[in-house]
């Protein structure tokens, strides 16, 4: 078993930056992919950010090239370091990692995001 906590959420005005880590509870095995989601009231939760085993990643339409997603193996910790906000950014971001056989699943409990004036 994994848990994963998120943290570094908060508001912050349009254009701001923030930075979201989630820390491991212990050391996730190579082979998992990290993710990103988020979820805005009244819409569904929504894929923002992978990073996969190999070190490749991929990022919604929607914040490419304002989103940064990477991974210190060290600290057992992913980060989304978020900039140019929009209002449209406002959700609770969830971490979450998945094995490659996809048996195995985690998720954090979340960190509001608020972007706003």
């Known amino acids: 078993q994994v848990q994963l906590v998120e943290s570094g959420g908060g508001l912050v005005q349009p254009g701001g930056s923030l930075k979201l880590s989630c820390a491991a509870s212990?050391?996730?095995?190579?082979?998992?992919?990290m993710a990103w989601y988020r979820q805005a009231p009244g819409k569904q939760r929504e894929l923002v950010a992978t990073?996969?085993?190999?070190?490749?990643?991929n990022y919604a339409d929607s914040v490419k090239g304002r989103f940064t997603v990477s991974k210190d193996n060290a600290k057992n910790t992913v980060y989304l370091q978020m900039s140019s906000l929009k209002p449209e950014d406002t959700a609770v971001y969830y971490c979450?990692?998945?094995?490659?056989?996809?048996?195995?699943?985690?998720w954090g409990q979340g960190t509001q995001v608020t972007v706003s004036s």
């Open positions: 990073k996969t085993n190999g070190g490749s990643t």
């Open positions: 212990r050391s996730i095995d190579s082979t998992y992919t």
């Open positions: 979450n990692a998945v094995s490659a056989s996809r048996a195995y699943q985690y």
